[in-house]
């Protein structure tokens, strides 16, 4: 499923460009003090370790921090985008101004820590249901993103093997509890969709119960949440859809429900835990004794 941002190589560089301009001028403001006590000519040489098994992923962000200080840095990879790490594996290795590799190492290890996270923990989700007989769901992510790094998030959640959902609230619709009732009900919401689904990727409803389901089926919906549905109400939801519309699960998913959930034959799973309860992926950075 598409979105507006197309998450081409080109588009995630300029991202990765932006995303570290902000951060570094939260972090730097109107300069590094500590690393102004290094001698401005000095080089040095640095590497990147894996402190644990993980997913690689934020490259674009920790190279843009490096260049945007030193656009003359060198640069190798040693684990490229989207491969696993092991622990204590050089990861990355880089050689220029020591000042700038001492400005740019927290914001570098900051991106590679976080969406390593996320795609690892992606990863993990997208293993367990592929392990599943007949299984057909994918697993998305939601907006339970971090303010200002969503597009940076769902791109790892994409590394790690899973689906987007809709990136924002302006480009496709999921109408949930509150929009049914304000709107009159199921079939009264959906008609009023239709008058905007052209402008939007997909229309989406949530339902939370079997009649909900069926009302939503019977109004045209083609693209049905089911909100937290025991397994039994899932396997009936399926049976009752009959491939009619993309049915998606959310709520109360976790590692011991996933395969379950999968099994129910649903479409999609969505998991607002992949970017909204990471534990930062550990990296550390180590220079080299020797200046060049």
Same mark, same amino acid.
């Given at each position: 499923?598409?979105?507006y ?5 080109a588009?995630? +560089?300029?991202?990765?460009? =932006?995303? /570290?301009?902000?951060?570094?001028? $939260?972090?730097? *403001? ?16 640095a590497?990147?370790l894996? @402190?644990e ?10 190279? #843009?921090a490096?260049q945007?200080?030193?656009?003359q840095?060198?640069i ?7 491969? @696993?790490?092991?622990?204590?594996? &050089?990861?990355?290795e880089m ?6 590799l001492?400005?740019? $190492?927290?914001?570098?290890l ?7 996270? &996320? #795609? !690892? ?5 997208? $293993? ?5 007989p007949?299984?057909? =769901?994918q ?15 769902k791109?790892? &959640?994409? %590394? *790690?093997? *899973? ?23 199921? %079939?009264?919401v959906l ?12 229309v989406?409803i949530? &339902? $939370?119960?079997?009649?909900q ?9 083609t693209? /049905?949440?089911?909100d ?24 109360g ?8 959930i999968?099994?129910t034959?649903?479409?999609?799973? !969505?998991?607002? =835990?992949l +970017?909204?309860?990471?534990q930062? %992926? ?7 004794s020797?200046?060049?």
């Amino acid at each position: 499923m598409t979105s507006y941002f197309d998450f081409s190589p080109a588009a995630i +560089t300029a991202l990765a460009q =932006a995303d /570290v301009a902000r951060a570094l001028q $939260e972090d730097v *403001g109107a300069g590094d003090l500590t690393a102004g006590l290094i001698d401005p000519t000095r080089r040095a040489r640095a590497r990147v370790l894996a @402190r644990e098994a993980a997913v690689m992923c934020g490259a674009p962000w920790a190279q #843009a921090a490096l260049q945007q200080l030193d656009p003359q840095v060198k640069i190798t990879w040693h684990v490229q985008e989207g491969q @696993r790490c092991a622990p204590d594996q &050089v990861v990355l290795e880089m050689e220029g101004s020591a000042r700038a590799l001492l400005t740019a $190492e927290r914001t570098a290890l900051n991106f590679l820590q976080l969406l390593s996270a &996320v #795609a !690892s923990k992606t990863a993990t989700y997208c $293993e367990a249901v592929q392990s599943v007989p007949g299984n057909r =769901a994918q697993i998305v992510d939601t907006r339970k993103t971090l303010p200002g790094l969503r597009l940076a998030q769902k791109y790892a &959640v994409r %590394t *790690g093997g *899973g689906t987007n959902h809709r990136i924002g609230l302006y480009d496709a619709v999921l109408i949930k509890e509150n929009h049914i009732a304000a709107a009159g009900g199921v %079939t009264a919401v959906l008609q009023r969709a239709a008058a905007i689904a052209p402008t939007a990727k997909f229309v989406e409803i949530e &339902v $939370e119960t079997i009649a909900q389901l069926a009302e939503a089926l019977g109004a045209g919906a083609t693209m /049905v949440l089911l909100d937290n549905m025991d397994l039994a109400q899932l396997r009936e939801a399926v049976k009752l859809n009959a491939g009619r519309a993309i049915l998606e699960v959310s709520g109360g998913v976790n590692m011991r429900t996933v395969r379950d959930i999968a099994a129910t034959g649903v479409d999609r799973i !969505s998991i607002g =835990a992949l +970017t909204k309860d990471v534990q930062a %992926t550990d990296f550390s950075m180590r220079f080299s004794s020797d200046p060049t």
